[in-house]
């Protein structure tokens, strides 16, 4: 069977993903190299492993979550649909059965807010820690005077922790943000339509999601 490990180290994977972020920085986007793969990755896991779910679901969620933004090696625009169909060819010559790949395209073409949504277990985990991962080093502008609206807010963010909870049928992103250089109200305002597809995610998981940020409950 294939595993995460196969996929992690496979050479063709690791340069579309190095691509697509050398791609991306050109057009002015924040990071989308390999620590945004590997916290993809490792979040969407985490999200199933403690929510119960099966080995192969949440084997399933690490290799969607890696491979998730291979499509920006193409174009930014419809990079979830191109990246699935990039996904299901590399799979396919890689062995993996196609009930696991039918899961795996799913879910990375169903993870960009403006055409998708959750579809089942590992296509919401992949979008909760996709539109999550909200921090500082993801920034790549040094210079403050050339940040956009989605560079402020993520170098705004000073601290930011997704929790989830089996028993409570719980999710939460609970973000620190610097208010001098981002309100929250600039936040909830870039990003409601990502919060409110995490929303739906939490709820094909059996669960609530709250966003909490600098204390107060936002959504």
């Known amino acids: 069977m294939l595993t995460f490990d196969d996929i992690r180290n496979n050479e063709e994977i690791r340069t579309y993903i190095r691509k697509g972020n050398e791609n991306l920085g050109v057009l002015g986007y924040t990071e989308h190299a390999f620590a945004h793969a590997m916290r993809a990755s490792q979040t969407a896991a985490d999200i199933l492993t403690k929510l119960g779910h099966s080995e192969r679901e949440i084997e399933l969620a690490r290799i969607a979550g890696y491979m998730h933004d291979i499509g920006n090696c193409i174009n930014r625009t419809d990079h979830a649909h191109t990246g699935a169909i990039m996904a299901m060819s590399i799979l396919r010559g890689l062995g993996m059965a196609p009930q696991d790949m039918a ?35 993801r920034v790549r ?15 705004a963010a000073v601290n930011s922790v997704l929790s989830v909870s089996g028993e409570e049928k719980t999710i939460t992103l609970d973000i620190t943000l610097d208010d001098a250089i981002c309100s929250v109200l600039d936040y909830f305002e870039i990003f409601l339509e990502r919060m409110l597809m995490c929303r739906r995610a939490a709820e094909m998981l059996g669960c609530r999601f709250s966003l909490l940020a600098n204390g107060g409950r936002v959504l």
């Open 103 to 137: 899961v795996v395209i799913a879910a990375i073409g169903q993870h960009d807010e403006k055409t998708g949504t959750a579809v089942d277990a590992v296509s919401a985990a992949l979008i909760l820690a996709d539109k999550c991962d909200v921090r500082r080093s």
């Open 141 to 155: 502008a040094r210079n403050q005077a050339d940040f956009d609206i989605h560079d402020r807010v993520n170098y």
